[in-house]
C-alpha cells in the first residue's frame, strides 16, 4: 500500500514540474572564444555518433540550451568566471607540494604536456584494466609520486587541477573509446543511463533524450553533453565536474546515490562522454 502511494506522488509531483513545459530547439549559434592567443572557434554540434543513430541526429553542446548573457560570458577568456579556476589550478602545478618537495612541473613540465588527455578520458589503463577517469590520473600522481594523500573526488583542489588540464584540450575532438577492453564498462554506463531511480523514477535519459530541449519550469534541458566540464555553474556561483553532477541529478530523483568516483559514475562517465564524441572539448564552460 505505501509503495503505491508513493508511486502516486511521485507521479504527481512530476506531473506538477513537467505541466507548465514548453518546446525550446538549442540555440543556433557559433562559439568563438577570444583568447590571449587569439580567437579560437569550437564545434559545438556535429552529427551524431554511429551509437546515437537510432536516438538522435545532431548532438549538441550545453552552451546552445543557455541564455545569450550566459554565452557571452563563454566568449572570452577574461569574462568567463571558470578562469579563476585555471589560474589556481596553474598555482597548483607549480608548486612543490609533494613530501620531497615535487611538483607537477617537475615531471610534466608545462601543463601542455596534457594536450589531448581531455578529449580521450574516461579510458582503460592498460596496464591494470582499469577504467580511469581524469580524478583517478591525478591522484595517481598525488600518492603514487608526490606521497601524499588522495585528494577528494570533488575537492576544490581536484577541480581546480581538472580545470588546468582540461585547458590544455580546448578545441580537441572528443574521442573517447567505447570498444574493445572499454566495451563492458561502456555497457555499464548505457544501462545505469537508462536506469530509472527514485521516488520519481527517471533516469538520465528521461530528461536528456527524451526531453532534452524542454523547458521544466526556469531550466531547459540540455542533452547532457560533458564536452564543456568542468564547468561553471552561475547557480552553484562555483566549478562543477562532471562526478558532482551525476551525485546531484540522481539526488534530484529522490534516490540514494553512488558515490562520486565509484564505479558506477565511473561507467556512466564513459558513456555519456561519448555521447559527445565528435563535440569539441571547451575547457571550462559556463551553464546556468
Given at each position: 500500500m505505501r509503495n503505491d502511494i508513493t508511486r502516486i506522488?511521485?507521479?504527481?509531483?512530476?506531473?506538477?514540474?513537467?505541466?507548465?513545459?514548453?518546446f525550446a530547439d538549442p540555440v543556433e549559434d557559433s562559439l568563438v572564444v577570444e583568447t590571449d592567443d587569439g580567437a579560437i572557434e569550437l564545434v559545438t554540434s556535429a552529427p551524431a555518433p554511429d551509437h546515437l543513430k537510432d536516438a538522435v541526429d545532431t548532438i549538441w553542446s550545453g552552451w546552445h540550451y543557455r541564455e545569450a548573457e550566459t554565452r557571452d560570458l563563454q566568449r572570452d577568456d577574461f569574462d568567463n568566471p571558470g578562469m579563476v579556476f585555471?589560474?589556481?589550478?596553474?598555482?597548483?602545478?607549480?608548486?612543490?607540494?609533494?613530501?620531497k618537495g615535487e611538483s607537477c612541473a617537475g615531471c610534466h613540465e608545462g601543463p601542455d604536456s596534457m594536450k589531448g588527455l581531455r578529449a580521450v578520458t574516461p579510458r582503460v589503463d592498460a596496464a591494470t584494466g582499469e577504467l580511469m577517469i581524469m580524478e583517478d590520473y591525478i591522484n595517481e600522481c598525488v600518492t603514487e609520486r608526490m606521497g601524499l594523500e588522495a585528494w577528494g573526488t570533488t575537492s576544490d583542489k581536484m577541480k581546480d587541477m581538472l580545470a588546468l588540464i582540461s585547458m590544455q584540450s580546448r578545441g580537441e575532438i572528443v574521442n573517447v573509446a567505447i570498444d574493445g577492453p572499454?566495451?563492458?564498462f561502456w555497457e555499464k554506463g548505457k544501462e545505469i543511463y537508462h536506469t530509472?531511480?527514485?521516488?520519481?523514477?527517471?533516469?538520465?535519459?528521461?530528461?536528456?533524450?527524451?526531453?532534452?530541449?524542454?523547458?521544466?519550469?526556469?531550466?531547459?534541458?540540455?542533452?547532457g553533453q560533458l564536452s564543456g566540464f568542468p564547468v561553471y555553474r552561475l547557480k552553484d556561483a562555483g566549478l562543477v565536474s562532471a562526478q558532482?553532477?551525476?551525485?546531484?541529478?540522481?539526488?534530484?530523483?529522490?534516490?540514494?546515490?553512488?558515490?562520486?568516483?565509484?564505479?558506477e559514475f565511473k561507467a556512466l562517465e564513459l558513456y555519456v562522454a561519448s555521447r559527445g564524441n565528435g563535440l569539441a572539448i571547451e575547457g571550462v564552460g559556463v551553464r546556468h
Amino acid at each position: 500500500m505505501r509503495n503505491d502511494i508513493t508511486r502516486i506522488l511521485a507521479a504527481t509531483a512530476l506531473g506538477i514540474a513537467l505541466s507548465g513545459t514548453a518546446f525550446a530547439d538549442p540555440v543556433e549559434d557559433s562559439l568563438v572564444v577570444e583568447t590571449d592567443d587569439g580567437a579560437i572557434e569550437l564545434v559545438t554540434s556535429a552529427p551524431a555518433p554511429d551509437h546515437l543513430k537510432d536516438a538522435v541526429d545532431t548532438i549538441w553542446s550545453g552552451w546552445h540550451y543557455r541564455e545569450a548573457e550566459t554565452r557571452d560570458l563563454q566568449r572570452d577568456d577574461f569574462d568567463n568566471p571558470g578562469m579563476v579556476f585555471v589560474d589556481r589550478g596553474l598555482d597548483a602545478w607549480n608548486k612543490e607540494m609533494g613530501a620531497k618537495g615535487e611538483s607537477c612541473a617537475g615531471c610534466h613540465e608545462g601543463p601542455d604536456s596534457m594536450k589531448g588527455l581531455r578529449a580521450v578520458t574516461p579510458r582503460v589503463d592498460a596496464a591494470t584494466g582499469e577504467l580511469m577517469i581524469m580524478e583517478d590520473y591525478i591522484n595517481e600522481c598525488v600518492t603514487e609520486r608526490m606521497g601524499l594523500e588522495a585528494w577528494g573526488t570533488t575537492s576544490d583542489k581536484m577541480k581546480d587541477m581538472l580545470a588546468l588540464i582540461s585547458m590544455q584540450s580546448r578545441g580537441e575532438i572528443v574521442n573517447v573509446a567505447i570498444d574493445g577492453p572499454a566495451a563492458s564498462f561502456w555497457e555499464k554506463g548505457k544501462e545505469i543511463y537508462h536506469t530509472r531511480f527514485g521516488q520519481l523514477e527517471m533516469g538520465c535519459v528521461n530528461c536528456h533524450q527524451d526531453q532534452a530541449g524542454q523547458m521544466i519550469r526556469a531550466d531547459h534541458l540540455s542533452q547532457g553533453q560533458l564536452s564543456g566540464f568542468p564547468v561553471y555553474r552561475l547557480k552553484d556561483a562555483g566549478l562543477v565536474s562532471a562526478q558532482q553532477r551525476f551525485v546531484g541529478c540522481v539526488r534530484d530523483t529522490r534516490a540514494e546515490t553512488f558515490k562520486a568516483g565509484s564505479p558506477e559514475f565511473k561507467a556512466l562517465e564513459l558513456y555519456v562522454a561519448s555521447r559527445g564524441n565528435g563535440l569539441a572539448i571547451e575547457g571550462v564552460g559556463v551553464r546556468h
